[in-house]
């Protein structure tokens, strides 16, 4: 019976849990109420050990990387699934448990006891939901939906271990008609039970999806209509490039990335969300003079400048996905801590966010560079919300990992506190480390010059704010050949790289290295992203 149970506690979790997870995605994109498979995800990356947490955004990109998917486009969308994945055992485990107790405790559960399953299993999950969850709900009626909710599964499980187990005493004694009678009652059950619950999962799963890709054509729309830059349609205002005579080889990446195909990265299942009108930045600590700045005094108050910048991830391998370059808008971080009057004795800024990320900036590093900015725009308008609204901070020459979004508060302080992903093993520094990609070559693009055939070869190539000076191509080992370069957009974006190599039929191996502003060459060799960025060459096979 300890193995029927097993089956059935299995069997009835998978049932009742599926639907669970269906009607709270439902409610969480009409009526933003608490989608507990997030929470609970973004709660445990809080408090597990960092280099568990970094292990399993390594194996998260190795897999993606193998399987030939996109890290850029995929990585959240990867989160997520992991997320409802882990509260979808969670809840087949419960409902293994909760049979496995009430046979060897030979408990026939009512309905007092649902509740008490319910409660149980759904008590701690509401606990975390109303700490870190971002729903703009007020939190009684966030309690009340998720009670109903864990309630009526747990009075459903209860009533499923009766109907599926407790007739056994009246057919062990029985005949083989009476067993076999059993069995197709059982069976009639799971299938009226599963015919139940996948009409609820569909509809709730369906329509939340619905609701959820209309929400994201809208936002869609509106990005596309508001970029200064269109650079799809070819009526973009030009480029401080523009006449450059050196072109991209086809099929090298946009030198200007549309801000829908920018790279995401943060540190919550879901983009968080701040009420720009109501926000406000205080800077406190070590200070004579704190501020309070609305959006609106950082925008006026301050003189403005714009900047094109390129911003990688540190996470990103050889070859990555996690790089992109658009126009920031913002105010040097430099003014508004003068307008502070910083103290003395003050060597640190912490700054911290609303999605619960936090990092130090030495004030030395801000006072020797003007170029440190709080950016309340992209490519002309107010930042979009997955990339940081109301404001974010950029730190030339330095990985997405220093550079807080999601801004709510600074503190002046004298001790040095450890950034969100440094307490977890990575880099202090996280200075960017020089890097070639070849995106493209362009078989399909041959170039006929007299009796030679050119075929173009291109991709991009980057070291911070340190400058590129030269790209180098090398084919089957051969010597390295020097590329053209074409200007950048400005002196902390990437470069885009171009070389027309000369026809050969065959399979080859294509290797790219870039040398820094000052000469220095990429480090070849060979090392992991943690924890302190990628190094090596990168390599493009391609049959011609």
């Known amino acids: 019976m300890k193995k029927l149970n097993l089956t059935a506690g299995t069997l009835v979790g998978v049932l009742l849990t599926a639907p669970l997870i269906g009607m709270m995605y439902l409610a969480d994109q009409l009526l933003d109420l608490p989608f507990v498979p997030f929470d609970l995800f973004d709660w445990l990356t809080r408090v597990l050990p960092g280099p568990l947490i970094t292990y399993g955004i390594d194996l998260m990109i190795d897999i993606m990387r193998w399987l030939g998917v996109s890290v850029a ?32 405790r030979n408990v026939k559960p009512d309905t007092i006891t649902g509740i008490v399953m319910g409660a149980l299993f759904g008590l701690p999950f509401i606990a975390i939901s109303i700490a870190i969850g971002q ?30 187990t407790l007739v056994k005493a009246e057919v062990s004694a029985g005949s083989e008609e009476a067993r076999t009678v059993e069995k197709i009652s059982r069976r009639q059950f799971l299938i009226r039970l599963g015919a139940a619950t996948s009409t609820i999962t569909v509809v709730g799963a369906g329509v939340g999806a619905i609701v959820a890709h209309t929400k994201g054509q809208r936002l869609e729309q509106s990005l596309a209509t508001s970029m200064v830059h269109q650079t799809e349609t070819g009526q973009e205002p030009p480029f401080p490039n523009s006449n450059d005579p050196v072109m991209p080889a086809p099929g090298t990446r946009p030198e200007y990335t549309p801000i829908k195909n920018h790279y995401k990265v943060f540190i919550r299942t879901e983009p968080t969300l701040i009420d720009g009108a109501t926000w406000v930045l205080p800077i406190t600590g070590l200070v004579d003079k704190p501020l309070m700045l609305t ?11 714009n900047q094109y910048v390129t911003l990688s991830c540190i996470s990103g391998r050889i070859g990555t996905g996690l790089i992109s370059t658009t126009q920031w808008t913002g105010i040097s971080l430099k003014d508004i801590l003068a307008d502070a009057q910083v103290r003395p004795e003050a060597r640190y800024l912490y700054i911290i966010s609303g999605d619960g990320f936090y990092e130090s900036l030495d004030l030395d590093l801000i006072t020797g560079d ?74 399909k693009a041959v170039i006929e010059n007299g009796k030679r055939k050119l075929v173009p070869v291109g991709g991009i190539a980057f070291s911070g704010a340190r400058g590129i000076s030269k790209v180098e191509i090398r084919v ?5 050949q020097e590329a053209k370069l074409r200007s950048p957009l400005s002196e902390t974006t990437w470069v885009i790289w171009r070389y027309d190599w000369p026809f050969k039929e065959g399979e080859h191996t294509f290797e790219v290295r870039c040398a820094e502003g000052d000469g220095t060459l990429q480090i070849e060799q060979v090392q992991s992203n943690r924890p302190s960025g990628a190094t090596g060459l990168h390599r493009y096979k391609a049959n011609i």
């Open 73 to 104: 486009d995929s990585a959240k969308t990867a989160e997520q699934f992991l997320a409802v994945l882990q509260f979808f055992l969670g809840g087949i485990i419960a409902g293994i448990v909760s049979f496995v107790f009430f046979d060897i």
């Open 135 to 164: 729903s703009t709900v007020p939190s009684l009626l966030q309690i009340g939906w998720l009670s109903l909710l864990f309630l009526v599964w747990g009075i459903s499980l209860s009533l499923a271990y009766c109907r599926l």
């Open 295 to 305: 959006l609106d005094d950082i925008k006026n108050n301050y003189k403005s400048r």
């Open 370 to 443: 003007t170029q440190i900015m709080l950016c309340y725009a992209w490519d002309g308008h107010e930042l979009p919300v997955e990339h940081g609204y109301p404001l974010r901070i950029w730190i030339p020459d330095r990985y997405g990992m220093k550079q807080p979004k999601w801004i709510t508060g600074m503190e002046v302080t004298d001790q040095y506190k450890k950034g969100y992903w440094v307490e977890r093993g990575w880099d202090e520094i996280a200075r960017v480390k020089a890097t070639s990609v070849i995106d493209t070559v362009a078989v």
């Open 476 to 480: 089957d080992g051969g010597p390295w």
